[in-house]
């Protein structure tokens, strides 16, 4: 009998690695296949014409003492990384709580929230740019009407990642129903006990909601800063880099490189070095979210 | 028999095939970008053109790809052994190209059909296209910029519309007449933006006479005649602003937005295709086109769109018939009234009728003493790291001098790691 069974087991197995077969297909010849190659390249001076010639670890020590923009791109990269994240997870948490208190109507203003997401992103890019327009753009219009004058934003060396930061708030609609659901997770008598021993809704949020959210939060910090890290199309369209290179984030360096240098080995070289410290920090993280979580 | 004397003989082969067509016509592949407007018009009728002259034996298959697509694309297909037998590409770079031998060689070609390239084609593109000896590129169309003026601006300030500045001094005291400002301080109308269009700090360093390439063939930016340069420039800047003028600029967009089409801005240095835009979106519009204003010698800016055979072309006497047919004088003619741009033929330009044109002749006589951004194969894109160093000066954030020798660090760096890595 158990024979049989293992067997119908087998098969049933055997179906669905059929199934997955296209996904693991796709998986390991563009995705794996790429990852490994550009390994592979990283070590080598490869200009797309002629074969990839192998030079060691030259590119690595050209990254690390004769590329001084890289550095300044990688902290272009991170001051937009956690600069978005951060605004996206106060922001996020804040307009979930009011639209979980405010249950009626929630499900529309969720979907009004979430529609942002789900547009095509070129076009909302010139909608921002001409809402950053310093005359007549939107944003300094309604600054001045209290009397502020605003930056240049995009053309600003000091205004152009805040302005990018502000502008990736828009997608803010995903990280605004994960948390929804978070919050309709927390079990309503810890909020009833809570009230029985007098606590106010200040110490209702920090003690109860905080705590209880810590995974959610957690999981929109490391999805966020990862989703961040690969900023590029902001810039690419938008800004081209500039002004004087403020915007010349990580990716949009690696793309110039290999497609207008056509640096690939180093390009690849690059990519790695960003890698090698993204897996770190996703890994010190998930340290520190430990500590964090004590249940 | 010499390698020319085999080529001329093959070449009239392929001449002579095209009367008795007895094989299955070559198919060649074309990549271009003229995908829309008169440009793509007179293209396909070209192509049709060639294809009907050389029935049975040649035929050009041609795909016209966007300018944002085409760059991504076609160095995709090289590096995956699939770029086309002939290809536009960009002429200020044709020497990094024919370093990684993917370019054929055309000067036996052209020796072979009798054609001296000195003779067809101007100075600057010329030079852009050689390598080593060789000519790895034809130059199919190219640019020049130059100063463009309101005339109806000009009179409202009372400035003689048909006598354009010469110098810079000149210029800015005409700029200053034109210039308007608005009730809050803003700029209405700006006589001259340094910061409008095509203009481009090389451009002012060549017209002080400056080379960015010293008497030992090494590229230097900070030179005491750069940084010199550059000072001027950020005083042009400065005395209108930089916040304002940024302010001023973001009005304006391209096509009918433009603030020179608008008539916000006196002068100008734009590109000469903009005569195109100006037709386009302001027929009207009462305009004048001269030399960029001088501080020492003459000098702007020229770049543009070669034509190029892969050196992996199965066939390649084909490829490049087909490539002088379309530098023949015959059809850049045709092409010139419907480009918007230059054609890099030299006698075809020169063509009487074309010459009638003022503002064809003024492009034609600037192609004359035109420079193109000196091409350095360890430093390709080194001009980028000037143009940063422009704008560091240029924001405060650096003083010229110390912007350029970073810059000039930069790109030596540059040069040392093309060294390690080749």
């Given at each position: 009998m158990p024979k049989r069974r293992s067997k119908y087991f087998r098969r049933k197995t055997l179906i669905g690695y059929l199934f997955a077969a296209p996904w693991l297909l796709g998986m390991s010849l563009f995705v794996l296949g790429p990852i490994i190659a550009t390994l592979f390249l990283s070590f080598t001076t490869y200009d797309m014409i002629n074969p990839p010639r192998w030079i060691g670890l030259v590119n690595y020590k050209i990254l690390f003492s004769l590329d001084p923009s890289f550095w300044k791109a990688l902290g272009n990269t991170f001051y937009y990384m956690f600069g978005s994240v951060f605004l996206k997870v106060f922001i996020g948490l804040f307009f979930a709580i009011l639209l979980s208190n405010a249950l009626r109507g929630m499900r529309i203003f969720r979907t009004i929230y979430f529609l942002p997401v789900v547009l095509p992103s070129i076009?909302?890019?010139?909608?921002?740019?001409?809402?950053?327009?310093?005359?007549?753009?939107?944003?300094?219009?309604?600054?001045?009407?209290?009397?502020?004058?605003?930056?240049?934003?995009?053309?600003?060396?000091?205004?152009?990642?805040?302005?990018?930061?502000?502008?990736?708030?828009?997608?803010?609609?995903?990280i605004i129903v994960i948390f929804l659901a978070g919050l309709q997770d927390i079990p309503e008598y810890l909020y009833e006990?809570?009230?029985?021993?007098?606590?106010?809704?200040?110490?209702?949020?920090?003690?109860?909601?905080?705590?209880?959210?810590?995974?959610?939060?957690?999981f929109n910090i490391v999805t966020g800063l990862i989703g961040a890290s690969q900023v590029f199309a902001e810039s690419y369209i938008m800004t081209g880099g500039g002004p004087l290179e403020s915007t010349t984030f990580v990716n949009l360096k690696i793309y110039l490189l290999a497609f207008k240098d056509v640096k690939m080995g180093y390009a690849s070289a690059m990519a790695w070095v960003m890698f090698m410290i993204l897996v770190p920090m996703t890994i010190l993280l998930f340290k520190i979210a430990k500590k964090w979580m004590n249940y | 028999m010499s390698m020319k004397k085999a080529l001329a003989l093959m070449l009239v082969f392929v001449m002579l095939l095209s009367t008795f067509s007895l094989a299955r016509a070559t198919k060649i592949k074309f990549w271009h970008m003229y995908i829309s407007g008169p440009s793509k018009d007179i293209m396909q009728e070209i192509i049709a053109d060639f294809n009907e002259a050389h029935k049975g034996v040649i035929e050009v298959e041609d795909l016209g790809i966007s300018f944002w697509d085409y760059w991504d694309k076609l160095r995709v297909a090289m590096a995956s052994r699939q770029e086309p037998d002939v290809f536009l590409n960009d002429l200020g770079n044709v020497g990094m190209r024919a370093s990684t031998g993917i370019l054929l060689d055309l000067r036996p070609y052209l020796e072979a059909a009798d054609l001296s390239p000195e003779e067809i084609f101007f100075n600057g593109p010329l030079s852009m296209c050689s390598y080593e000896g060789g000519i790895y590129a034809l130059p199919l169309e190219t640019d020049v910029r130059l100063l463009f003026y309101n005339k109806d601006l000009f009179r409202e300030a009372g400035l003689d519309p048909e006598k354009p500045p010469t110098t810079w001094e000149e210029l800015w005291e005409y700029a200053d007449r034109i210039t308007k400002v608005d009730a809050d301080g803003n700029y209405d109308i700006v006589g001259f933006n340094p910061l409008y269009g095509q203009s481009y700090f090389w451009m002012y360093a060549w017209g002080n006479g400056v080379s960015f390439i010293d008497e030992n063939g090494n590229l230097v930016v900070n030179s005491p005649e750069v940084v010199k340069s550059l000072e001027e420039w950020c005083d042009m800047i400065n005395r209108l602003g930089l916040e304002k003028l940024l302010a001023f600029g973001s009005n304006f967009g391209w096509g009918a937005a433009d603030a020179f089409i608008a008539g916000k801005v006196g002068m100008g240095i734009q590109v000469g295709n903009m005569v195109s835009n100006i037709k386009a979106y302001a027929p009207d519009l009462d305009y004048g086109i001269a030399h960029i204003p001088w501080p020492k010698?003459?000098?702007?800016?020229?770049?543009?769109?070669?034509?190029?055979?892969?050196?992996?072309?199965?066939?390649?006497?084909?490829?490049?018939?087909?490539?002088?047919?379309?530098?023949?004088d015959e059809v850049q003619l045709k092409l010139a009234g419907k480009l918007s741009s230059l054609i890099g033929n030299k006698r075809a330009a020169y063509n009487p009728e074309l010459m009638e044109d003022p503002e064809w002749k003024m492009q034609i006589e600037a192609l004359e003493y035109t420079k193109f951004r000196p091409f350095v194969l360890e430093a390709p894109l080194w001009y980028m790291n000037l143009q940063t160093a422009v704008e560091e000066a240029m924001y405060g954030k650096k003083t010229p001098q110390q912007a350029l020798d970073d810059a000039q660090k930069l790109i030596e760096a540059d040069i040392q790691k093309y060294k390690m890595t080749h």
């Open positions: 076009p909302v890019m010139f909608l921002w740019m001409m809402m950053f327009n310093p005359k007549s753009g939107l944003i300094n219009q309604i600054l001045g009407f209290f009397g502020v004058e605003g930056p240049l934003w995009l053309n600003s060396p000091v205004w152009s990642k805040p302005a990018m930061i502000l502008m990736s708030l828009w997608g803010i609609g995903g006990a809570a009230e029985l021993d007098g606590a106010n809704r200040v110490q209702k949020f920090w003690r109860i909601t905080v705590p209880m959210l810590m995974p959610v939060i957690f | 010698q003459k000098a702007t800016w020229s770049n543009g769109f070669s034509l190029e055979i892969s050196s992996r072309s199965k066939h390649k006497l084909a490829a490049v018939e087909f490539a002088l047919y379309l530098m023949s």
